[in-house]
Every structure is written in structure tokens, then in C-alpha cells.
């Protein structure tokens, strides 16, 4: 059974920094993507930034290019999102989520499918992150 687990998040002033981190159990794919969604109260969830597993490369958003940073540490099953220059728009719920196998031969996802939920089959909790200005 796949178990996603966020931490990390908190409040901070406007400027400020948070890491998120997102642990997995029971996830053994090598090839897929993990990523970083966020929900406001009253909008939908909206992708931040995913990374591939077994591959390079990685999406953001754009209203979070420059300021948000994914990475990903493999022997730790962990994916983290370090995230800077925080404003008050950036406060919402933060859930990691994961997709199944992806094959590793498959063209890659433009960065619409990758920020997209509907391609993510896996999701955790979510941890807050509040910005005050």
C-alpha cells in the first residue's frame, strides 16, 4: 500500500523560506513522477512543481519558477520542495502526489500533463503553509 507523508509546512512572513518534504512507503516504482499541489480555500488544486523518477527533468509553475525548487533523494524514497521568497498567494494546503509506472521509453509529459492531477494516482494528507504579509 503507497503512503505519502508531507511535513514541513508552517507559517512565515512574507519573504520567508519553508522545505517541504514528502516521504514514501510502499512506492517501488523507478520510473514515474512525484510532484508538489497546493489548494487555497475556494480554488482548485493546482500543480507547483513534479520531477520525474528514473529520469531527469522537472515542471513548474509559473508563478513559482525562480522561487520553488524540487528535488528528490532516492535512497530516502523522499521528495522535497524548498521553497523561497514566500508570498501571501502562497498560502494554501500542500499534498504530494505520485503516479504510477511511467515508462521510461514514453515521450516526455509536456507541463501541462505534469502539473495536471488527473495524472497522479497516489496523494498524500497535505501540510499547510501560511504567508503573512
Known amino acids: 500500500q503507497v503512503q505519502l507523508v508531507e511535513s514541513g509546512g508552517g507559517s512565515v512572513q512574507t519573504g520567508g523560506s519553508l522545505r517541504l518534504s514528502c516521504a514514501a512507503s510502499?512506492?517501488?516504482?523507478?520510473?514515474?513522477?512525484m510532484a508538489w499541489f497546493r489548494q487555497a480555500p475556494g480554488n482548485g488544486r493546482e500543480g507547483v512543481a513534479t520531477i520525474y523518477i528514473g529520469r531527469s527533468g522537472s515542471y513548474y509553475d509559473d508563478s513559482v519558477k525562480g522561487r520553488f525548487n524540487i528535488a528528490r533523494d532516492d535512497a530516502k524514497n523522499t521528495v522535497y520542495l524548498q521553497m523561497n521568497s514566500l508570498k501571501p498567494e502562497d498560502t494554501a494546503m500542500y499534498y504530494c502526489a505520485a503516479t504510477s509506472y511511467l515508462s521510461p521509453f514514453a515521450p516526455r509529459l509536456t507541463a501541462i500533463q505534469a502539473l495536471g492531477a488527473e495524472r497522479f494516482d497516489y496523494w498524500g494528507q497535505g501540510t499547510q503553509v501560511t504567508v503573512s504579509s
Open positions: 510502499g512506492y517501488r516504482y523507478n520510473s514515474a513522477c
